[in-house]
């Protein structure tokens, strides 16, 4: 069987588990200084039904050797650090190290409602390039040497869950992993972390359909804030699923006690501080 009459036969398969879907129109011209689409009075292109789906997926390529994105006037693009195992965040320790999440979504444990959607999914992520096993690894990169590169780069810490955001309180670092928010002790300078993580508090998982959480800390470092994204795209895989996802939470930091802090987020990731305000971003 050819490769296009396989992807054919899956993608007729998902039209009849998922009905009908909407394939995107040409857009017309710009409109009153607008794209369509956007604007107050956006104007939309009508929808067109199709028994095969349109799926365009990017295909990962990496960038040729010796090239690198053109900078503005006046700046420079460099590599800072190559031959990472899919990294996914950073985050400076005070002292200027850069820590390193080396991650991917962790192995399910249990299965999807739709077996062949889940398959045709995986099929996607592989040729966008994040169809890989997990490093669960972070990774300190230090310095700048002589080409601009990190001077060192060694591993930080290991046999973490699908590691995503990272926060420094006092001398506890706070790591998210996919199923829970977990510490272990650091001083500055620490090139290795050797402890065994402590559990502060479980974060919503399973399917782990948006399986990143971010954390980040209060002003006062009293407080947790983790992201939990949504475990579907619209509830497919039953609402019993979604409890306590799509959302922000709030910890205490010393007891771990948690309460959702805003909800109705399709997959917030990005936390931030707000400098005048100390809104949470």
């Known amino acids: ?42 104007q939309l292109p009508a929808q067109e039904k199709n028994l095969i789906p349109t799926v365009n997926i990017a295909s990962a390529v990496g960038w040729p050797s010796g090239a690198k994105p053109t900078a503005a006037a006046g700046m420079n693009v460099a590599a800072y650090a190559t031959g990472l195992d899919h990294p996914r965040w950073l985050y400076m320790l005070p002292n200027g190290d850069i820590l390193v999440a080396e991650t991917n979504k962790p192995p399910k444990e249990e299965k999807e ?24 690894r972070i990774t300190l990169l230090r310095g700048i040497g002589a080409n601009g590169m ?4 060694t591993v930080f810490m290991e046999g973490l869950n699908s590691p995503f955001g990272m926060t420094l309180v006092g001398n506890e670092l706070f790591i998210a992993n996919a199923d829970a928010i977990v510490k272990v002790p650091y001083k500055t300078g ?29 002003k006062d470092g009293k407080f947790l804030y983790a992201t939990v994204g949504s475990n579907s795209n619209v509830g497919e895989n039953g609402m019993d699923k979604e409890e306590g996802r799509a959302a922000i939470w709030q910890f205490d930091r010393a007891t771990g006690k948690g309460k959702i802090f805003a909800s109705g987020l399709r997959n917030p990731n990005g936390l931030a501080w707000n400098p005048q305000s100390g809104m949470l971003w």
């Open 1 to 42: 069987m050819n490769k296009h009459l396989r992807l054919s036969l899956i993608t007729l398969a998902i039209a009849a588990t998922s009905g009908c879907a909407v394939a995107q129109a040409p857009a017309p011209a710009p409109t009153q200084g607008y794209a369509v689409g956007f604007g107050p009075n956006p």
């Open 190 to 218: 620490d090139t290795k972390i050797t402890a065994k993580p402590v559990k502060v508090a479980d974060l919503p998982a399973g399917l782990n359909h948006h399986w990143t959480k971010n954390v980040i800390a209060s």
């Open 113 to 136: 409602k739709h077996q062949i959607k889940a398959a045709v999914m995986g099929i996607a992520m592989k040729k966008a390039g994040a169809g890989v096993e997990s490093p669960n």
């Open 150 to 153: 990190a001077a060192t780069k």
